[in-house]
């Protein structure tokens, strides 16, 4: 067995319209020989989404700067071919470590950790390999005694933010990024993790970019987000 595996199982693989199949699947920590497979994967899911804003495509140099970590990147490998995958980082005392976004003193920015890019195979959705991965690169967190977890997402990716919210992210931030994408910046503190449980919730359309702002600015954070009919979706906010 490779001291890089990290387990496996089996998962449901869509393979037509509403027709599904079992497939085994392996987890592990990737490295610069499956930089093919995260390319693929990248296009892949660039292709099916429907605005191209919400995935952010990242070049091979990104990936092979990231690989300098043996536990930074970890897959789920089936049939050969990239399910999921996920980037961690440590953006040091950098400029663009997100704690500067959300106001974290300057002592805290070297124990800040990034969840990077997170892809999912549209073929492999529904199997919550968002929340596998996720589950396992904060536990890696953790051990290493990271302390301020944040992470970007795209006020339209309802998935990704529901998967954050599950493992109780706040959204603490709504900036332009990446030059020109609109992000939701989320913070998890993992060495005292707190629920948000309000008694009041303001709920808000997730375009209603300006009122989100004006709440934040007053310490509420979003944390829950329900969607009805349709791509819209809205976000509570409390404090």
């Not at 900036?175 to 609109?182: A, D, H, P, R, T």
């Not at 060495?191 to 309000?198: A, D, I, K």
């Amino acid at each position: 067995m490779s001291v890089r595996r990290i387990g496996g199982g089996v998962l449901r693989k869509k393979t037509g319209e509403n027709v599904f199949e079992t497939v085994s699947y392996e987890m592990r920590f990737l490295g610069i020989g499956d930089l093919p497979l995260i390319m693929t994967l990248q296009e892949i899911v660039a292709r099916n989404l429907p605005d191209h804003e919400i995935f952010r495509i990242d070049s091979e140099e990104y990936f092979r700067k990231h690989f300098s970590g043996p536990q930074n990147v970890i897959g789920v490998i089936s049939e050969g071919e990239l399910a999921a995958y996920c980037v961690i980082s440590f953006p040091g005392i950098e400029e663009d470590n997100f704690g500067r976004d959300i106001g974290l003193a300057p002592e805290a920015l070297s124990r800040v950790a990034h969840l990077e890019t997170m892809a999912v195979h549209p073929a492999y959705r529904g199997n919550s390999l968002q929340r596998k991965i996720g589950r396992i690169h904060l536990g890696i967190l953790q051990a290493m005694r990271c302390e301020h977890i944040l992470c970007t997402v795209s006020p339209k990716n309802y998935p990704s933010l529901r998967n954050l919210f599950f493992f109780d992210f706040t959204i603490r931030a709504l900036k332009i990024k990446y030059n020109w994408m609109l992000r939701y910046i989320l913070y998890k503190n993992i060495r005292n993790p707190v629920r948000l449980t309000p008694a009041e919730r303001i709920w808000v359309e997730n375009s209603d970019a300006e009122t989100q702002r004006e709440l934040i600015e007053r310490g509420y954070a979003g944390f829950e987000a329900v969607r009805g009919n349709g791509e819209d979706f809205k976000i509570a906010y409390g404090r």
